[in-house]
């Protein structure tokens, strides 16, 4: 169905038609010289040594794994509130999910206390997902991880440039993981990136992106080099530069985009406080934010009253979501089993409302004053 108020508005004007267009006539289509501008342009947005681009964020986490050297029989700690994906990269390398629980209704980010309760010698890596891009409380992870000499994934995807303590999010761990789906802060269809500051886990992943070849079509093209070699079992991870030119366009318009997600964020935690039996996750959150979604929980009910409450809204066309089922309840997790109950319940009472930078209070009016009504006939 059509909606009034989508719960996500892509911000795409003239520049990314023109900036893909640019591209086409260029003649040069695949990996090449908008990558290599998108990856210089993101790695300085950051703060760090190394951003490589790729396809999408799944890719970025596979790798992520592999050039930490997890593998077979070693187990990593992963939220099972996360998008599937993050938790599909450790099959991928023959490693072990162990799901771990979230800390409350009120921060949906993987708990370190339930971190540390599941440690093991098998352990090798903790995954962290920053939900809405809010930040994971990354100084008590860090410091279990030292302890026990863990590696730490970001998934970031949610997170581009928001903030913990002043770092940027996706630079505090080992490796840092990026969307660019169609829906994400930063929007290209498909796409991903991954930063390092670790010189050799950069140089492995331009590596194996490429089908583990020594150099590329563009610096062959660009006489850097006349011949290759394939030293390494690898991929066809590469982003090509059509993505990457929307990419840059879209890295510009940024910081704009998500100071306006800010304000609105703001005004929607003032309208939503008069509504009773909710909780709005980060609430009191007060560094810079992606906010890439705006979760609400419902105190009362069951999953079937929270499905109730989005078909109402659906009807008179509000657009609603769910962030996440979680992943421990999947069929291909049966046999992992997990005891989850705050994740048990966020996963069955969340709701996720439209935000993206084109919202009007106008629309949050609406929204806020629907879902009242609708709490109250229930």
């Keep these: 169905m059509s909606y009034n108020i989508p719960l996500f508005d892509l911000n795409f004007d003239h520049e990314e038609e023109k900036a893909a267009l640019e591209t086409i006539h260029s003649k040069w289509i695949s990996t090449g010289p908008k990558n290599i501008e998108l990856e210089n342009m993101f790695a300085s947005m950051l703060g760090v040594k190394h951003a490589i681009a790729l396809t999408n964020c799944t890719v970025a986490l596979h790798l992520a794994f592999e050039v930490a050297g997890i593998g077979d029989g070693d187990e990593v700690l992963v939220p099972a509130m996360t998008f599937v994906a993050t938790v599909n990269s450790i099959l991928y390398v023959r490693a072990t999910p162990v799901f771990c629980d979230i800390i409350s209704k009120d921060d949906l980010t993987i708990d370190p206390v339930d971190i540390e309760k599941k440690i093991t010698p098998r352990t090798k890596a903790i995954a962290v997902m920053h939900f809405a891009g809010f930040p994971c409380k990354m100084d008590e992870i860090m410091a279990i991880a030292e302890k026990h000499n863990l590696k730490v994934i970001e998934d970031a995807c949610h997170g581009p440039l928001s903030e913990y303590h002043h770092q940027k999010l996706g630079t505090i761990g080992d490796l840092g993981c990026f969307s660019f789906f169609s829906n994400k802060n930063i929007s290209t269809g498909e796409g991903g990136m991954i930063i390092t500051n670790n010189d050799e886990y950069a140089a492995k992943i331009k590596l194996l992106r490429s089908h583990g070849m020594t150099s590329m079509s563009y610096e062959r093209a660009s006489g850097h080099s006349t011949s290759y070699d394939v030293v390494a079992l690898g991929y066809n991870y590469r982003m090509d ?9 879209q ?60 078909d109402k809204l659906h009807t008179i066309g509000i657009q609603t979501s769910i962030h996440y089922p979680a992943a421990h309840r999947f069929s291909i997790y049966k ?14 009472h969340e709701i996720t ?25 229930m």
Excluded at 241 to 249: E, G, L
Excluded at 358 to 370: C, N, P, R, Y
């Design 335 to 348: 046999n992992y089993h997990a005891d989850l109950p705050e994740t048990d319940f966020a996963t069955d």
């Design 353 to 377: 409302l439209p935000i993206y930078s084109g919202l009007t209070i106008q629309q949050i009016d609406l929204i806020v004053s629907e879902l009242a009504l609708i709490l109250e006939q």
């Design 251 to 310: 890295l510009r318009k940024l910081y704009v985009d998500l100071q306006k997600r800010m304000i609105l964020r703001k005004y929607y935690l003032e309208k939503l406080s008069t509504i009773p039996n909710i909780t709005i996750p980060f609430k009191d959150h007060q560094e810079f934010c992606s906010n890439y979604i705006f979760p609400i929980i419902l105190n009362n009910g069951d999953y079937e009253y929270r499905d109730r409450v989005r």
């Design 241 to 249: 530069d059509i993505r990457a030119s929307i990419a840059i366009v």
